[in-house]
């Protein structure tokens, strides 16, 4: 065991071995394809669940929504909160509850239950995923040996998008109930190798002050707009909720950030603040899941709607883009190495921006080789490669103590701008059963795809093409 000294914060990694570091990089990767399988495995599963719970299209909504808004609302504590009492500690406590929540969701037999599940397993990725990517970056120091891990890691998590609806459609096919069931044997398999594989907590962590009204603040305020942005997408803009939920949320985050400027003790310090890289990450999240993270709605709504595929067919559709952003994540790693993780950002949304732009092209077909898969590759491609190199971007030199707040910045980001997005996508595409609709759909996220570009391109402009590094 090594320790090394990083401000006031003592990280002990252990570096005896690399083919430990390894395993645990793939435990690490793991615990995040779990996070990223849940959010999307249940779209599939949603029409078999509503038909065994009796549960209405508005309910229905809220198994997906349960989990993203706990997620989203619960991200910025964590952050913090793995830094200060340690991200394996958390990590730990984590996939015990994700497992648990997930067996109690599989053998729900209420929508009531379900939907407190769904929830239960949100507040365990919002627990999950900053101290996966602390923990990652702890291990692995800045430069090659950490862009390599992270090129692993977005291969294997981000893969996890394509692969839930993939695996939806199989496992739905004998029981919706197995797609929340699979969850608890890897949790369990990841909660009991962690603390012989990922690098020990140490004795102390982040000794900064946590402040009680900078988290209550921050959760309740992302509680609060997230909750909003999920009733826009339901129920829609002017409904009494949406409109409750939307003004609480402006105070909130009014309230916010009057405490970040002025506290003593404030939840994201001045420095990370202020940290350009952290901004362009956080900026290139938002973008990345309002374009080819929104694309697996519309493919999903394609496939079953307009296709009239079965759940196990249209999960296989996916099988193209999991391969393809599989790959994408495999040429991140290399491509960073040689121009750059913001020059690389730069071309991954411009080849969003076309695969979207080919796919709002053919909308009007109904045959899959022919229209959608040319589309689903080029998009799939820009898609892996966007996922590594925004996360390398975000936390690129960033201090050891802060790891795990950049990391819940990056997510928090990410999956506000999921329901953001969704909410745009409903409002442009009304009642989805022409092609037009989807065509819009697809011009819309292709549309975000290219002020990805044109904002990484421009950071690239001032700071140089390796001015992440």
């Known amino acids: ?127 999950m995923q900053p101290a996966i990517i602390a923990l990652i970056n702890r291990t692995f120091e800045a430069g090659p040996a950490r862009e390599k891990a992270l090129a692993v890691w977005g291969t294997i998590g981000a893969s996890g998008l394509a692969a839930g609806a993939l695996l939806g459609g199989v496992l739905t096919s004998a029981s919706w109930r197995w797609t929340m069931l699979v969850n608890l044997p890897v949790a369990v398999v990841c909660a009991v190798a962690a603390p012989r594989l990922l690098p020990s907590d140490g004795r102390r962590g982040d000794q900064r002050a946590l402040s009680t009204a900078g988290a209550v603040l921050a959760t309740t305020a992302s509680l609060a707009v997230v909750s909003a942005l999920t009733f826009a997408a339901v129920h829609g803009w002017t409904d009494g909720r949406t409109v409750g939920f939307g003004v609480g949320g402006v105070l909130l985050v009014a309230g916010f950030v009057w405490h970040e400027r002025t506290s003593a003790a404030p939840l994201i310090d001045r420095a990370l603040r202020s940290n350009a890289m952290l901004r362009l990450g956080a900026a290139s999240t938002a973008l990345y899941m309002a374009s080819v993270g929104a694309e697996f709605y519309v493919i999903t709504l394609i496939l079953q709607n307009r296709y009239g595929y079965s759940p196990l067919r249209a999960g296989l559709g996916f099988l193209p883009l999991a391969l393809c952003i599989v790959a994408g994540n495999m040429l991140a790693g290399q491509f960073i190495a040689r121009v750059g993780s913001v020059r690389l950002l730069t071309i991954a949304f411009v080849l969003d921006a076309a695969g979207l732009a080919i796919l709002a092209a053919s909308a009007g077909g109904t045959g899959y080789a022919t229209h959608m898969l040319p589309g689903i590759v080029v998009s799939g491609i820009g898609h892996g490669l966007t996922y590594t190199s925004m996360f390398v971007t975000g936390t690129g030199g960033l201090r050891d103590e802060d790891q795990g707040t950049a990391g819940a910045v990056l997510t928090t980001s990410q999956y506000m701008s999921a329901a953001a997005s969704l909410a745009i996508l409903v409002l442009v595409m009304g009642s989805p059963s022409a092609a037009g609709t989807y065509r819009n759909a697809f011009l819309t996220t292709a549309a975000f795809a290219a002020v990805g570009a044109l904002v990484a391109g421009a950071v690239t402009a001032v700071r140089g093409p390796r001015g992440a590094r």
């Open 1 to 127: 065991m090594t320790t090394y000294e990083n401000s006031d914060v003592s990280v002990i990694r252990d570096t005896s071995s690399a083919s430990a570091r390894t395993a645990g990089l793939l435990l690490l990767s793991l615990a995040q394809f779990l996070i990223a399988l849940d959010y999307s495995v249940i779209y599939v599963a949603l029409p078999s669940i509503g038909h065994s719970l009796k549960l209405g299209a508005d309910t229905l909504q809220w198994v997906v929504s349960a989990y993203a808004v706990l997620f989203a609302g619960f991200l910025l504590v964590s952050g913090r909160a793995g830094d200060r009492y340690g991200a394996r500690r958390i990590l730990i406590a984590a996939l015990v509850l994700f497992g648990l929540a997930a067996t109690a969701g599989g053998l729900a037999n209420s929508g009531g239950l379900l939907l407190t599940a769904r929830g239960a397993q949100g507040l365990g990725a919002a627990l």
